[in-house]
């Protein structure tokens, strides 16, 4: 090799060198998502076990560990209406690792919290809308009341003598009932709980009256006669409690009340890896045996975007903060 020979291959080598820092940078990303997970995710759910949250996260939990091919861990974590688990989802590292399933206190916490230790709209990333759910109106199932309108009857014979149990101030099943006690023009006694599963427990004792709660969480206590459900605030009759009328039906025109279940991630997730969870739970919420068991617990599947629920916690957000203003509630 001649010497101008030897210096152009030099050139070429250290080239070829000082690139490869750069190559490394650019496949990065694609190594990333194809590495992702390599070990288990974990859930974390913002109420106590038992409540719809916790059922529905379980329902998704076996085929979601099948699609990632690692195990997904359900992490319970209750308490001050779900935002303890928030804030440990918001402040966890942006790996995937850590996913929220919310409850739909999440769109309404800042309503209720002034000084909130995250941001809910830019300290949490959205996955997917997972699913909603028609909240059943149940009662303790020694409460002389029978339908609906015998219950309105009884709590305005006994104005503020009988309570009813919501799984966190400001959380939708609160802000429904007193939507309900407006319309019907009744009070009741609030008494919070740390989850549907202690507000359960609180009806099956006679401690409280009444409660909006999934179905999921309620179905074997009213199938069992210890609980009564005298309406489904959806828009429409649970096929598994066809007797069951409709909040419309028994007299309140117009009550519509969903909660809904969204999947969140730490802002700062990488694009991948949020694409990756968006495709495994869609496809999770259209498989049959999940489709069938969200449907025997009143669960209604959704599958959205990472934008789809952005947009619908902003709107959800707004609604309830109308209702907040007209109703004059106050929360602290």
Request: hydrophobic content about 45%; proline content about 7%.
């Amino acid at each position: 090799m001649t010497a101008q020979g030897s210096k152009m291959h030099r050139r070429s080598l250290i080239s070829t060198l000082a690139a490869l820092p750069l190559l490394g940078q650019v496949a990065s990303p694609a190594q990333a998502q194809e590495g992702y997970p390599s070990r288990a995710v974990t859930l974390v759910i913002p109420f106590a076990p038992g409540g719809g949250t916790d059922i529905v996260g379980r329902i998704l939990q076996q085929k979601l560990s099948e699609r990632l091919g690692q195990s997904v861990v359900v992490l319970n974590k209750p308490g001050a209406a779900g935002t303890i688990a928030t804030n440990f989802v918001a402040k966890a590292a942006p790996d995937g690792y850590t996913l929220f399933l919310s409850w739909d206190s999440h769109a309404i916490n800042p309503l209720v919290y002034k000084n909130l230790p995250y941001d809910t709209f830019k300290d949490l990333v959205p996955v997917t809308l997972v699913a909603r759910v028609p909240q059943v109106m149940a009662t303790w199932g020694e409460l002389p009341a029978n339908t609906l309108s015998e219950f309105v009857a009884l709590a305005k014979s006994e104005p503020g003598k009988l309570n009813y149990a919501s799984v966190g101030p400001g959380n939708s099943n609160h802000l429904m009932s007193e939507y309900f006690h407006r319309l019907a023009g009744i009070q009741l006694m609030h008494v919070a709980y740390k989850g549907g599963g202690p507000s359960i427990v609180a009806m099956l004792s006679g401690e409280v009256a009444y409660s909006f709660l999934s179905y999921a969480s309620l179905r074997g206590h009213i199938k069992s006669g210890k609980l009564k459900a005298l309406a489904v605030a959806g828009t429409k009759r649970l096929s598994d409690i066809p007797e069951v009328p409709t909040m419309s039906e028994a007299g309140f025109p117009g009550f519509e009340a969903y909660a809904w279940m969204g999947l969140f991630a730490p802002a700062g997730t990488p694009e991948p890896v949020i694409a990756r969870l968006n495709r495994d739970v869609v496809a999770v919420l259209k498989d049959p045996e999940v489709l069938a068991k969200l449907s025997d617990v009143g669960a209604e599947p959704v599958g959205s975007t990472p934008a789809e629920l952005d947009a619908y916690v902003r709107k959800e957000h707004d609604k309830w903060a109308l209702f907040v203003k007209e109703a004059g509630l106050q929360f602290e």
